[in-house]
């Protein structure tokens, strides 16, 4: 069952592995409510997280849903499993993401270790095509020198560019915190502005 109390939602969408569920954990703060693992395929449904944010300094903080989504691709499951995962995640942007519904914006996950793989600009593409803004999240940034992170989003940038896109891009890393006010004050703002 799906929140129905009318609150905007942010949802966290990215390959398997990708580092949905950590980079959650580290935007709600210290404690781990979202599962991680090392094997790609441990969110297995959509968890909805309630968080507030405020609009303005000193204004009333505002309720909204971050929620964590199964991953894309690879996951060491059955394929029909993998294809049950990916058809909730799919069917959660359709219908929420429809003009009027909760979805306030798509936070995209891609590993800043790797070139952006078919299966992100799969959704990149799946993304264009839907009313919710949406933010890059580029994930794992403690694994990089500083010239790969900012060829990394350089690339990135300007594929957005070719593709007619506009989105903020951020790295990020959850594991030193990295890039985590940057990438809550863009959510919070599409949150409380939807
Ligand atoms: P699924 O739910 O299976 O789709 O995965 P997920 O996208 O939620 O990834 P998850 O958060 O479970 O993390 C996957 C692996 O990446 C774990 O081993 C994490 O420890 C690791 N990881 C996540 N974030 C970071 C990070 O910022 N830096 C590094 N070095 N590793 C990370
Ligand atoms: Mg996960």
């Known amino acids: 069952m799906l929140p129905d109390d009318g609150l905007a939602e942010v949802a966290v969408v990215g390959r398997s592995n990708v580092g949905k569920s950590s980079l959650l954990n580290a935007l709600v703060g210290r404690r781990q409510v979202a599962r991680t693992s090392q094997t790609p ?3 297995r449904a959509l968890n909805f997280y309630r968080v507030e ?11 909204f849903y971050l929620v964590d989504l199964p991953g894309y691709g690879y996951a060491k499951v059955a394929r029909t499993q993998r294809a049950a995962w990916q058809r909730l995640a799919d069917r959660y942007l359709a219908e929420r993401g429809a ?5 306030a914006a798509v936070c995209l996950l ?10 992100d600009l799969a ?9 919710a803004p949406f933010i890059l999240a580029l994930t794992k940034s403690d694994k990089l020198s500083s010239n790969q992170r900012q060829q990394r989003v350089a ?10 896109l506009e989105a903020p891009i951020v790295l990020t890393s959850a594991e030193k915190k990295e890039g985590m006010e940057e990438l809550w004050d863009w959510v919070a703002t ?5």
């Open 110 to 119: 891609i590993d800043s270790r790797h070139e952006a793989q078919p299966a």
């Open 41 to 43: 395929g441990k969110t």
């Open 99 to 103: 003009g009027g519904g909760p979805l």
């Open 53 to 63: 944010a405020s609009p303005a300094k000193a204004a009333p903080a505002r309720a």
């Open 155 to 164: 690339v990135l940038r300007r594929r957005l560019a070719t593709d007619g």
């Open 190 to 194: 599409f949150a409380v502005n939807s």
């Open 123 to 131: 959704l990149l593409d799946r993304l264009r095509d839907s009313p």
